[in-house]
């Protein structure tokens, strides 16, 4: 039970954040949304066998995260969630990649540098993703979607599907809550009650899903999601995403940790 109800706090969490006033908090959400969609374009643009190229990215996730006074730990904790996936993914690489290359003298298999290189591209996406989210609100985000003219219909059904994430979890844990009171003995659900519940849960989702949208009706719903109105963009606005996508360029364009290691060596790469 306890751990339905810590879903539930988590999912909330990135809203808690969302409307928090700082530098980053204020930033127009379409430039901030355009600022990380370019951010990603960079990141996975870079090759596979490549990653000392990709730690000068490392900057703009620490740099946000710091002045928009996040919490470390939210954000690994969901980072986390991500991992089995690209473990699933890249773990497979050194296996069929056998093919040595020298690194500062040791002999490394370029599977295991494609591993390191997918899971270094997994972390700078999903954490510039979640900060995102929590630094702008899923409405928000909504509302610099429709700004880029994205379909009405997708937009209203990403919001929707975000928003009542929490409602499923809501249902399920009186589920869960009423079966734990009528069996005060049993640790857990049994397997043998699991296709009743499912059933009843089904059944209970449909009837909350007419109510909420009898509710939205209600209030005037009539198909588009408002999330209100924002001012324009402002010149910090176009500063912060032209800053952000000159370093990206140019962390794309040159190695820097290279650059920087040949200033100190006085070997030109």
Known sequence: MSNIMNSIFDIRLLDDLARKETIVHRIHPLVKFLTTFIYLIVVVSFGKYEISGLLPLLIFPVLIMTLAELPLRPILKRMLIAAPFVVGIGIMNPIFDHQAVSIGGLSVSRGWITFLSITLKSVLTVSAALLLIATTGMDKLGSALRMLKIPRLFVLQLLLTYRYISVLMEEVSRVLRAYAMRSPQQKGVHWSVWGSLAGQLLIRTFERAQRVYLAMR????????????????????????????????????????????????????
């Open 218 to 269: 209600l209030r005037g719903f009539t198909g588009e999601y408002n999330t209100g109105g924002y001012p324009g963009i402002a010149a910090r606005d176009i500063a912060y995403m032209a800053g952000w996508t000159v370093f990206f360029v140019i962390a794309r364009i040159y190695n820097i940790p290279m650059l920087i290691g040949s200033l100190f060596t006085g070997v030109i790469l």
